[in-house]
C-alpha cells in the first residue's frame, strides 16, 4: 500500500524558537478521539530536552497521522517513541467526557500527559496512573475497563536505558532545571484552564502553552506526538473489539469508535454499551 506523500514537511523551527526562550523541556501535544462516539479521548505527547538541541533532527518519515496510512504509522511507532526524550498518551474515560464535556477531559488528559513526562525525565518512576508499553499491551489484550483513564509513556532513545522505577542518583533532567513549554495543535489553548484543577493531576512545574493550527503538519513534536497516540488508540479500540464478539455489530475494529454507518445502524437496533460517550447525540 501506498504511503501518501505530505505536502508540508514539519520541521522543528518553533521547537528551536521556543528553546531559545529559556525553556528546558518543549513538548509537542495532538488528540485523538474527540469525535469518537466511544472510548476514551486520548491526547499524546512528544517531549525533546533542550541540552539536545544541537542534536535535534526531524525524523524521517513523520507527517500528520492523517496523512499517513495505518501501515506506516504502525512502522513509525518505535522509531518514533525512540526519538523523544519522552512520551505520553493521556486519557480521559467516556463516563469523564459524560460529566465534564470533551473540551475539559481534552485538558484533563493532556496535564496527565505532562505529568506523567515531567516525572519520569526528574524520577525515572511512573506516576500512579501511568504504565508502560509492555503493560498496555496487555491491558489491550484483555480489554480497558469503561472508566480507565490511565496514561501510556515511556523514556525514549538513550533514555530508555534507566531503569523505570528505580530512582536515578542523577536524573535525566533535575527538578530544579524543568522548564517547560508545550505546542499544541489547532487553535484553542484548552491545557491551561485545566492546570491547577481539582480534577487534574498537580505538575511539578508549570507549563507555557502555544497553540498551532495545522501543526501536526508543520512541528516535527506535534506530528510524532499524534501518530503515537493514533497508534495505540487505535490497539486499545482493536483490544475492545476482540474481547467483545457480542457487539461486533458496532465495527469497532475498523472505525475505532467512530460514527460509521455500521456503528450508528447497530447503535439504533441494540442500543449504548458502557462505552459510549451517552450524553452525545449517538444516532
Same mark, same amino acid.
Given at each position: 500500500m501506498a504511503t501518501v506523500v505530505p505536502r508540508v514537511a514539519p520541521t522543528l523551527d518553533m521547537e528551536r524558537k521556543l528553546a531559545g526562550k529559556g525553556h528546558t523541556l518543549i513538548i509537542g501535544f495532538d488528540e485523538v478521539g474527540r469525535g469518537s462516539l466511544a472510548?476514551? %479521548?486520548?491526547?499524546?505527547? $512528544?517531549?525533546?530536552?533542550? /541540552?539536545?538541541?544541537?542534536?535535534?533532527? %526531524?525524523? @524521517?518519515? %513523520?507527517?500528520? @497521522?492523517?496523512?499517513?496510512?495505518?501501515v506506516r504509522r504502525e512502522s513509525l511507532l518505535k522509531p518514533l517513541q525512540n526519538w523523544t526524550a519522552a512520551w505520553a498518551v493521556g486519557s480521559a474515560s467516556a463516563p469523564e467526557i459524560d460529566e465534564w464535556g470533551i473540551t475539559y477531559a481534552l485538558g484533563v488528559a493532556s496535564v496527565r500527559a505532562i505529568n506523567e513526562i515531567e516525572t519520569l525525565l526528574t524520577t525515572g518512576a511512573h506516576t500512579p496512573l501511568g504504565i508502560g508499553m509492555d503493560e498496555a499491551r496487555a491491558l489491550g489484550? /484483555?480489554? !480497558? $475497563?469503561?472508566?480507565? &483513564?490511565?496514561? !501510556?509513556?515511556? #523514556?525514549?532513545?538513550?533514555?530508555?536505558? #534507566?531503569? #523505570?522505577?528505580? %530512582?536515578?542518583?542523577?536524573? !535525566? #533532567?533535575? /527538578?530544579r532545571e524543568l522548564r517547560v513549554a508545550g505546542i499544541l495543535d489547532g487553535p484553542n489553548d484548552y491545557i491551561t484552564p485545566v492546570v491547577n484543577s481539582f480534577d487534574a493531576p498537580e505538575l511539578l512545574e508549570p507549563i507555557a502553552m502555544t497553540t498551532k493550527v495545522k501543526g501536526d503538519r508543520h512541528c516535527a513534536t506535534v506530528a510524532t506526538a499524534a501518530v503515537i497516540s493514533k497508534v495505540l488508540r487505535d490497539h486499545l479500540i482493536e483490544g475492545l473489539a476482540a474481547v467483545h464478539p457480542e457487539w461486533e455489530a458496532y465495527g469497532w475494529s @475498523?472505525?475505532?469508535?467512530?460514527?460509521?454507518? $455500521? &456503528? /450508528?445502524k447497530a447503535l439504533t437496533e441494540l442500543g449504548v454499551t458502557p462505552y459510549h460517550r451517552t450524553t452525545w447525540h449517538l444516532v
Open positions: 472510548g476514551p %479521548v486520548m491526547v499524546g505527547a $512528544a517531549a525533546l530536552l533542550v /541540552r539536545d538541541l544541537d542534536e535535534w533532527d %526531524v525524523p @524521517s518519515g %513523520v507527517a500528520d @497521522s492523517k496523512m499517513l496510512t495505518e489484550k /484483555r480489554g !480497558i $475497563a469503561p472508566d480507565w &483513564h490511565g496514561t !501510556i509513556a515511556a #523514556l525514549g532513545g538513550e533514555e530508555r536505558e #534507566l531503569t #523505570l522505577g528505580v %530512582v536515578p542518583d542523577d536524573p !535525566i #533532567l533535575p /527538578r @475498523s472505525n475505532k469508535g467512530y460514527g460509521s454507518a $455500521a &456503528h /450508528r
